[in-house]
């Protein structure tokens, strides 16, 4: 009898203690979070003949508003990613825009991922960087009868990428003020075309509730890195729609008939982790795009058909990069600036300089699953492109 009831009391003792330490648990997730809302008023950069002035109004677009809502989490130093970038915040938000006589754009809104670290923590206060990536939609497209003149969005959903710098004040426990400057980048990788994009630079200011409180941050210091050199390789694979002017083909019956092309890349690198949060190196990309040094025919039912270059080589480009990857915890950021060392001398042919910005997860220890936005000029996107790979990695030894 008395081994029954001792069994009780533990069970209800050890029932209790569980609640409790689920209780202080999600107590614990409740004060790492906040909602914010920021509001932007800032300007469309001139990067094509649309917002300069091409348009229905005859008038630049030049400016526009934006409006942000979003729930974030602070993150507090359970892992040592979280020390490393000085306690850093992430989250989901929501977006909104106004163009100043942008009918002919429409009013997209976009859903994007943010995340916001400090480079530098003062007590009340922090100066921060600020990354965002997402989908945008409710644009209003180009159209050949009902929206010519629409060359910089070709399609009802886009990519948004935004970068920034900003400061963030503590006005009290629960407040925080921040303020700072931000650049949007808009496109759909190419996939429907024209496709000049939209280039925005901004200030902004936001507010934050925390829902409970700032918190103390006491930071580890003495964490060491983990310096390794890696070889990796992946494979790429994407598709573009190509562009043709419709009125040279009479015979087309259909001319917003998307044409388009495969695209599929090999790259391998040399790369060098030299901090916790950065690597660098070098690689080669070997690049076959259909588009290059194709054509457009229409057959007898009106439709039109692609006809790709009769060598198979004018397919073909090869490049080389100098790449950077800022590292967090398994998300790598990842940037490459890369110029062509041989492509064929065809009429559809790619730009000399070109570069990837993107996105790289390794789900286990080497291998990796990624996001790219391939462009030219920086701004003109060629593709976007989905890889795998793996890496292989020696040297590894932990630097204090």
């Given amino acids: 009898m008395r081994f029954k009831i001792t069994s009780i009391l533990f069970l209800v003792l050890f029932t209790v203690d569980a609640e409790a330490q689920l209780i202080d648990s999600l107590r614990a997730k409740v004060r790492s979070t906040y909602f914010t809302l920021k509001y932007n008023n800032g300007a469309v950069l001139s990067t094509n003949d649309f917002v300069n002035g091409i348009n229905n109004n005859s008038q630049s677009i030049d400016s526009y508003q934006s409006l942000s809502v979003g729930y ?17 915040e992430f989250g989901i938000a929501f977006y909104t825009a106004k163009f100043q006589k942008g009918s002919e754009i429409g009013y997209p809104n976009a859903l994007y991922g943010f995340y916001r670290a400090p480079f530098h923590r003062w007590q009340r206060s922090a100066l ?15 159209h050949a009868d009902d929206n010519p003149f629409n060359v910089a969005i070709g399609s009802h959903r886009t990519v948004y990428v935004g970068v920034g710098l900003g400061y963030n004040y503590s006005l009290s426990p629960h407040w925080v003020l921040a303020t700072g400057l931000e650049a949007t980048h808009f496109s759909n990788g190419a996939m429907r075309k024209p496709n000049k994009g939209i280039n925005l630079v901004a200030p902004y200011v936001s507010v934050n509730y925390l829902l409970s409180g700032n918190s103390v941050f006491n930071r580890k210091m003495n964490i060491p890195h983990q310096s390794s050199t890696e070889l990796y390789f992946s494979l790429g694979a994407g598709r573009k729609r190509g562009e043709f002017d419709t009125i040279k083909y009479a015979g087309l019956l259909n001319p917003y008939q998307d044409v388009m092309y495969r695209i599929n890349s090999l790259s391998t690198a040399l790369m060098r982790q030299y901090s916790h949060k950065s690597k660098a190196g070098l ?9 290059l040094g194709s054509s457009i025919t229409v057959n007898d039912r009106g439709e039109a058909d692609k006809v790709l270059s009769k060598r198979s080589a004018d397919r073909y ?3 080389m990069f100098v790449a950077h990857e800022f590292c967090i915890s398994r998300l790598s950021v990842v940037t490459q600036v890369g110029t062509y060392l ?6 559809n042919k790619k730009y000399a300089v070109y570069q990837r910005a993107g996105l790289k997860y390794h789900f286990s220890n080497d291998m990796f699953i990624g ?30």
């Fill in 72 to 88: 974030g989490k602070q993150t507090r130093g359970r892992r040592d990613w979280e020390h490393i970038h000085n306690f850093p």
């Fill in 128 to 142: 921060m960087f600020n990354l965002g990536f997402g989908l945008t939609y409710n644009w209003r497209p180009y």
């Fill in 283 to 291: 690689g080669i990309d070997i690049i076959y795009d259909e588009w």
């Fill in 317 to 319: 480009a090869m490049g």
């Fill in 342 to 347: 041989w492509r064929s001398d065809v009429e």
């Fill in 371 to 400: 996001i790219n936005i391939f462009a030219h000029k920086l701004s003109k996107a060629d593709f976007i492109e989905w890889n795998a790979g793996y890496r292989f990695r020696w040297f590894q030894k932990k630097v204090s």
